[in-house]
């Protein structure tokens, strides 16, 4: 694990030591608990000893005199960047996550609901994914797919191999040759052009066309935030009923009242995850986080770098998360997500 400068190598394996102890029990952790979970060979003063040179340098503090250590901002942020390469979901885990996000329906705003809430409920925290719909790149070619009644699958391809795709109701059941006919039409006002562009060109097709085709052409218009959009888009879950009884945390009214507040404006959400995308794993704790609101709580992000389902998964949750389960989760998540179509 990497050690600080600051710190000896018995600080650092202790300091991991009692932030493991806290994130499993939830409450400030003694010298005694850590000599008798860990079977320490040095004495409780000792130990003692070692974690008070730790409160001096600021990794813990003690929420009350006569209480044991609690790690704080830098605590978790030296236990976390010890963390190195995180292992696959174990098997079970794995399992659930394949059967949960399903292979069968690719809308892109489903896939969404169903990981944000997969990962909301296997964390307790709040799950969130995040889709981008931009910057577009060029149209290659809308594909319509057409479902049982009046549904079909609208795919958008983009040059460079990734596509956009979403679920809509057109209202009644279109012959093959309409569908088609429909779709010819549409590639023809926006094919080769900025996707950005392609929904004021179907609007400008909606002005002179009719028919069926007409029909077919306003039903893809009206879905242009998810298929032209420049911008990106958020789901988020959070039930705020911790049945694993991981987040006690959640029952303190400022953490609550902070997620409360995320979760009624998407834009701060959004606002908090700039910088994130097509970085990888990021980890912010605590006073980490620019965003008002998130000073007592853990921002964990993975991003998708590509294909349908680019953009953001990840888990706003208590400083004391369960960051080993939260990382394998996300990392799983996101390579069920990109796994390849049969």
Do not use: W
């Amino acid at each position: 694990m990497p050690e600080r400068i600051d710190m000896t190598p018995a600080e650092s394996e202790l300091l991991d030591l009692l932030v493991d102890l806290h994130i499993e029990t939830g409450g400030p952790v003694s010298s005694r608990m850590l000599r008798r979970r860990y079977r320490i060979p040095a004495s409780t003063a000792q130990i003692r000893g070692i974690l008070h040179r730790l409160e001096e340098k600021g990794y813990l503090y003690k929420p009350h005199v006569s209480a044991g250590s609690v790690p704080g901002d830098a605590g978790f942020r030296h236990y976390v960047d010890g963390l190195g390469d995180v292992s696959a979901p174990q098997r079970r885990l794995a399992e659930t996550i394949r059967a949960r996000l399903g292979r069968e329906n690719e809308d892109v705003r489903d896939v969404m609901m169903r990981t944000s809430r997969l990962i909301g409920e296997l964390t307790s925290c709040m799950g969130l994914m995040v889709g981008i719909f931009g910057p577009g790149g060029t149209v290659e070619r809308l594909r319509i797919i057409q479902h049982e009644g009046s549904r079909g699958l609208v795919v958008l391809d983009i040059r460079g191999g990734r596509e956009r795709s979403v679920g809509i109701d057109f209202g009644r059941r279109h012959r093959i040759e309409i569908i088609a006919r429909a779709a010819q039409i549409m590639n023809e006002r926006i094919a080769g052009y900025p996707v950005e562009e392609a929904h004021e060109r179907l609007i400008g097709y909606l002005r002179e066309g009719s028919g069926a085709e007409r029909e077919i052409a306003a039903a893809v218009a009206a879905e242009s935030l998810y298929l032209f959009s420049g911008d990106c888009d958020v789901e988020y879950y959070f039930d705020g009923m911790d049945k694993s009884g991981m987040n006690a945390e959640f029952a303190d009214p400022r953490v609550l009242t902070s997620l409360v507040r995320l979760m009624g404006r998407k834009s701060l959400i959004l606002e908090a995850l700039k910088g994130r995308f097509g970085r990888g794993t990021i980890v912010t704790i605590g006073r980490e986080n620019r965003l008002g609101g998130l000073e007592e709580l853990a921002l964990v992000t993975r991003a998708l770098p590509g294909g349908a389902c680019e953009g953001l998964l990840g888990v706003i949750g208590p400083m004391r998360m369960s960051y080993r389960l939260v990382l394998s989760l996300l990392d799983g998540t996101a390579r069920e997500l990109q796994r390849p179509r049969s």
